[in-house]
């Protein structure tokens, strides 16, 4: 039997009534753009974190473009964020007019460290963009307390954690700004790309409102130099309807990361770890596997789907050589990205996909913990 590392199919079958209803409308009535929809799936999103303010926009990308935008960054301020994360993460900072300092990741959460975060704050930092990695939520307190103890402003990259909690706190619902990514194979994820941001702040959110529709609050008159950010109706359309069933799929994957975490058990890979006090919600499961390449050929021969999240950390990126990083600089990102491998992981997975992978990476190990 093989097994996609995702089965975008089987979910369309389970909402494919209503999302085509809703689709039809928007054909009939030809609203594409910030529409009704667009402002329901808003209002669900803030409703998700108790945020006050959210902003639907074109993609995770533009969610933390808008974001970083929104801090109004001279030239060298600094933003401090993980190398062990996607790479827009960075990009957006930079493109932004700021400039990215990586800090080190914990070994077991994956997640940016805000004990070196507080190392590297500087007179030119601005900001922390800690990632919610995997699904699991960095802790809200320590983030909290380092910003307010610095005078910093948080910026939560949310993008692979929609619904996840930590300390009694939803993603999104801590940072004065979070990001979210609503592409199509995210754990809310549309039927192409967008995004969302959300904001406590008045006038940080008024900021990205404007900037999503090129930096003016009155169409033809631009008070900024904005972007074309919007979130179209189609995608807000299939956001909302699969909103609904976002808390039921969120606790599958939390069944079958437990599946695996007790298939596995024994071997020699080591499972993710939960934090205590985090509802992590997989968007992807990554393990550490010795001879990873050799376990990743071997599922791929079973016909088994597998991933490197991530093959090069950011320091490392050829694109920002002229940041200095240099190999040895972030040990533990640099580890993973050596070790880790994503296994199939979807609300969709069946019990008996769960077992054929741990199946076969037993049989890697020589039926090790069998
Ligand atoms: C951590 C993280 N940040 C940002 C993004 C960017 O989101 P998008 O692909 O919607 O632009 C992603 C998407 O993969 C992501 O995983």
Redesign the pocket.
């Given at each position: 039997m093989s097994v996609g590392m995702l089965n975008l199919p089987a979910q369309f079958a389970e909402i494919k009534d209503e999302v085509l209803a809703e689709v039809r409308d928007i054909f009939e009535t030809q609203t594409f753009i910030l529409g009704a929809r667009v402002k329901k799936i808003e209002e669900q999103m803030a409703a998700l974190a108790g945020a006050k303010f959210a902003i639907g926009v074109s993609?995770?990308?533009?969610?933390?473009l808008l974001s970083v935008m929104a801090l109004k960054p001279k030239s060298g301020d600094e933003v401090i964020t993980t190398p062990y994360?996607?790479?827009?993460?960075a990009s957006?900072i930079i493109r932004a007019g700021a400039t990215p300092v990586f800090v080190d990741v914990d070994e077991d959460t994956f997640n940016l460290r805000a004990d070196l975060a507080e190392q590297a704050v500087t007179q030119r930092t601005r900001a922390l963009l800690p990632?919610?990695?995997f699904g699991q939520m960095v802790a809200p307190s320590e983030w909290i307390t380092l910003a307010k103890k610095h005078n910093l402003l948080i910026i939560e990259?949310a993008?692979?954690a929609v619904g996840a909690k930590r300390e009694g706190i939803v993603a999104g619902g801590f940072g004065q700004l979070a990001?979210f990514?609503?592409?199509p194979?995210?754990n809310l994820g549309g039927a192409g790309?967008?995004?969302m941001v959300l904001s406590n702040d008045d006038a940080l959110a008024y900021d990205v409102r404007i900037n999503r529709v090129h930096g003016g609050k009155d169409r033809y008159f631009h008070d900024q130099i904005g972007i074309c950010g919007r979130l179209d109706e189609i995608q807000a359309a299939v956001l909302a309807v699969k909103f609904r069933y976002l808390d039921k799929w969120n606790v599958r994957r939390r069944a079958i990361a437990k599946m695996y975490n007790e298939q596995l058990a024994g071997t020699p890979v080591t499972c993710p770890k939960e934090a205590s006090g985090a509802y992590h919600t997989y968007?992807q499961y990554v393990i550490r596997a010795p001879r990873r390449d050799e376990l990743m050929e071997h599922l791929k021969s079973k016909g088994i789907g597998n991933m490197i999240y991530y093959p090069i950390p950011l320091h490392l990126q050829k694109c920002f050589d002229f940041l200095g990083g240099k190999p040895g600089q972030f040990p533990v990102s640099e580890r993973l990205a050596r070790e880790t491998v994503a296994l199939p992981m979807s609300s969709e997975l069946t019990d008996a996909e769960v077992q054929e992978v741990t199946k076969a990476v037993r049989e890697f190990y020589g039926n090790a913990g069998a």
């Amino acid at each position: 039997m093989s097994v996609g590392m995702l089965n975008l199919p089987a979910q369309f079958a389970e909402i494919k009534d209503e999302v085509l209803a809703e689709v039809r409308d928007i054909f009939e009535t030809q609203t594409f753009i910030l529409g009704a929809r667009v402002k329901k799936i808003e209002e669900q999103m803030a409703a998700l974190a108790g945020a006050k303010f959210a902003i639907g926009v074109s993609s995770g990308t533009d969610a933390l473009l808008l974001s970083v935008m929104a801090l109004k960054p001279k030239s060298g301020d600094e933003v401090i964020t993980t190398p062990y994360t996607f790479f827009a993460t960075a990009s957006s900072i930079i493109r932004a007019g700021a400039t990215p300092v990586f800090v080190d990741v914990d070994e077991d959460t994956f997640n940016l460290r805000a004990d070196l975060a507080e190392q590297a704050v500087t007179q030119r930092t601005r900001a922390l963009l800690p990632v919610h990695l995997f699904g699991q939520m960095v802790a809200p307190s320590e983030w909290i307390t380092l910003a307010k103890k610095h005078n910093l402003l948080i910026i939560e990259d949310a993008a692979q954690a929609v619904g996840a909690k930590r300390e009694g706190i939803v993603a999104g619902g801590f940072g004065q700004l979070a990001c979210f990514s609503f592409y199509p194979t995210k754990n809310l994820g549309g039927a192409g790309d967008g995004g969302m941001v959300l904001s406590n702040d008045d006038a940080l959110a008024y900021d990205v409102r404007i900037n999503r529709v090129h930096g003016g609050k009155d169409r033809y008159f631009h008070d900024q130099i904005g972007i074309c950010g919007r979130l179209d109706e189609i995608q807000a359309a299939v956001l909302a309807v699969k909103f609904r069933y976002l808390d039921k799929w969120n606790v599958r994957r939390r069944a079958i990361a437990k599946m695996y975490n007790e298939q596995l058990a024994g071997t020699p890979v080591t499972c993710p770890k939960e934090a205590s006090g985090a509802y992590h919600t997989y968007h992807q499961y990554v393990i550490r596997a010795p001879r990873r390449d050799e376990l990743m050929e071997h599922l791929k021969s079973k016909g088994i789907g597998n991933m490197i999240y991530y093959p090069i950390p950011l320091h490392l990126q050829k694109c920002f050589d002229f940041l200095g990083g240099k190999p040895g600089q972030f040990p533990v990102s640099e580890r993973l990205a050596r070790e880790t491998v994503a296994l199939p992981m979807s609300s969709e997975l069946t019990d008996a996909e769960v077992q054929e992978v741990t199946k076969a990476v037993r049989e890697f190990y020589g039926n090790a913990g069998a």
